[in-house]
């Protein structure tokens, strides 16, 4: 268990090795639920994108199209929480 300190203006930080098990980073998000009995609970949060939105992302007036290669990489930095 890890305790953390309150500072005076109610903030808490997180060291980084409950950052690197959350899996996320500066300028990332985190989402924290409330629960019974005093609990939170805290996830790193994950874009909610549609398929609708990468649909959208393939063709655009004006542009080129992405080739299979790029549309790859961007999907793996996706995967990767790299957005």
Aim: net charge neutral; hydrophobic share 35%; aromatic share 2%.
């Amino acid at each position: 268990m890890t305790t953390l300190k309150i500072t005076s203006k109610g903030q808490v930080t997180l060291n980084k090795s409950l950052l690197r098990h959350l899996g996320v980073g500066p300028g990332q998000q985190i989402e924290v639920d409330e629960l019974p009995q005093e609990r939170v609970v805290v996830r790193a949060a994950r874009s909610g994108g549609s398929m609708t939105d990468f649909i959208g992302c393939l063709s655009r007036e004006g542009t080129r199209s992405l080739t299979v290669e790029e549309m790859s990489a961007i999907a793996g930095r996706g995967w990767a929480g790299e957005d």
